[in-house]
């Protein structure tokens, strides 16, 4: 199947923010001194918005000389202002619809992908990963199912069906996914990633967050990534419509020294890690 | 190399009285590399003079690098007279807009439109180019050499260096040093602060032993720190600090505050120079001033 084609990403051009991000981001800059901490906070807990900062800072066309992976990182970059404005185009377009066709709860599935953020996160601090690149783990882990909002937006009926043959086979939902259409929401994340010119452990960590196992030499983020969705998973957490994840390779477990019950113990109190997604998803 | 201020007020053009001395136009300056090659930096209110002293060489080649599409840095471009004059070869290098994805000559054109101006773009005589810089690109004629680095505005600004025969220049367009924009007890105050710590050093690396540095110096501190802060410019302090740390040779602080007059920016300049007590061994500090010309 032909899934990545002109008409497709220019509907993604146009593709609206989830409602709690836009609705935030109208409220902050409408105040004068809008505050550029707050409205990065914002930009990094939506999908849509993170992404489309990502994919304008690290476009070919400005060729910087360093990819940007956080938006932190972008804002020291290219500046608050084109963050905000950025920001204001994209929630200009209007919100993500809560109800779609596809039957797909976004705000668990946002929930769901601030969780992943926040455990992958937390997991780099634990493995060592510098203060300064822990951006990069929480904004794979955010945008690792992005392709599911592509999914849910250009293709309901194939997606709607992929996750009740899941549900009905109790088979991964990536594996309905291929079996139905050919490709998978992580594979479909990943070429429109690539598309962009998104940084390279950010499109692999993308691609990989179901198969990283299969990887000769996985990067701690592919493996950050693929066990945090899965501790996510396991604490039921919101819902990314997967409902029979395939385990965490051997492999994996080996290379960090955790399986997911041992990664959960080393975490600690998730409810306070997980009070920020809660609180930004549920409004 | 030689190189002559045109406009040196910040924002917007002010003619009058109170600021004769200093100039009332907005950027623009020319630079002669070591075949006279002719550089433009930005295209502000005084590009106008500059066009009107060009006749004799024309036709001319001419390379305009704008830091950036502001109006006080493109306002004189309809008003170049080389523009109108057929055997011209004109290039225009900057940086696209990142928002909306407008390349330079779109981004250009437009102030050109029906509304804003009689002649279209598509009319003038004048044969123009148009090139979208990427960051570390390195544009090279005669034995002039421009590269660029991006500095921090609210909208993409580039810095350029100008190196011809052994002697160079950087101009920085309008720059405000990052600053962090989280609290010192918020939990990302220290990654930001390496990200900024890195950004920094890449920018004084671009200055880094320059004969002439041309900076924003737009702000005193204390009204920096009390109304300006995410306006996009520098102050004399600063600016101070990154030339010292940069070791260039001389530094030119541009880009004046438009509602100070000529007196209020001296008495600015002599208390900074007092404070940030400079000796012999420190680059020597130079009010950028309309009309003047210096050798790099």
Known sequence: ????????????????????????????????????????????????????????????????????????????????????????????IGMLPRENKANFDMDEFLQHSLGTAAVCKRMAGLKGVKETNSADYFLAGLLHDFGKVILVRQMPDQFSEALEEAQKKKLALDAAERMIYKIDHAEIGAVLAAHWALPEGLIRAIRYHHSAGDLSNPSLLEQIVMAGNLVVHRLGFGSSGNYYPAELPKSIIKNLGMNIDEIISAIGDTDSLFADAKAFAST | ??????????????????????????????????????????????????????????????????????????????????????????????????????????????????????????????????????????????????????????????????????????????????????????????????????????????????????????????EYEQSKVGWGHGTFDKSIAAAKESSVKKCYLTHHEPTRSDDELEDLYFAALERNDISDSDPEFILAKEGVEFLA
């Open chain 2, 1 to 222: 190399m030689r190189f002559k201020f045109w406009g040196v007020r910040g924002s917007i053009a002010t003619p009058g009285p109170k600021t004769v001395r200093y100039g009332g136009n907005t950027t623009c300056i020319e630079i002669r590399g070591a075949s006279n090659e002719l550089v433009i930096l930005d295209a502000g209110t005084g590009i106008f003079q500059l066009g009107n002293t060009l006749a004799p060489e024309f036709p001319i080649n001419i390379n305009i690098f704008l830091s950036h599409t502001h109006w006080d840095h493109i306002q004189g471009l309809p008003m170049f007279s080389p523009i109108f004059v057929p055997g011209n070869k004109i290039t225009i290098h900057g940086a696209m807009d990142i928002v909306s994805q407008h390349s330079v000559k779109e981004v250009l054109s437009r102030q050109m439109e029906h509304a804003y101006f009689p002649v279209k773009e598509t009319e003038l005589a004048a044969e123009l180019s148009y090139v979208d810089l990427q960051e570390n690109d390195c544009i090279e004629f005669g034995e002039t050499r421009v590269t660029n680095c991006l500095l921090n505005h609210p909208v993409l600004n580039f810095g350029y260096r100008v190196e011809s025969a052994g002697k160079s220049l950087v101009f920085t367009g309008d720059h405000e040093w990052p600053y962090n924009i989280y609290d010192q007890t918020d939990p990302e105050y220290g990654a930001y602060q390496e990200i900024i710590n890195a950004r920094r050093q890449k920018i004084i690396d671009f200055f880094k032993d320059v004969d002439a540095l041309i900076i924003d110096t737009s702000y005193d501190d204390i």
């Open chain 1, 1 to 92: 199947m032909q899934i990545i084609h002109e008409d497709l990403l220019a509907m993604v051009e146009a593709m609206p923010a989830f409602p709690q991000g836009v609705s935030k981001v109208l409220d902050l800059c409408s105040k004068a001194d809008c505050s550029p901490k707050d409205l990065v906070s914002v930009v990094e807990r939506d999908p849509v918005l993170a992404m489309r900062v990502l994919k304008l800072v690290n476009s070919p066309f400005i060729g910087l000389s360093q990819p940007i992976s956080s938006i932190s990182h972008g804002v020291a970059y290219v500046g608050m202002n084109t963050i905000k404005n950025i920001a204001l185009t994209v929630a200009a």
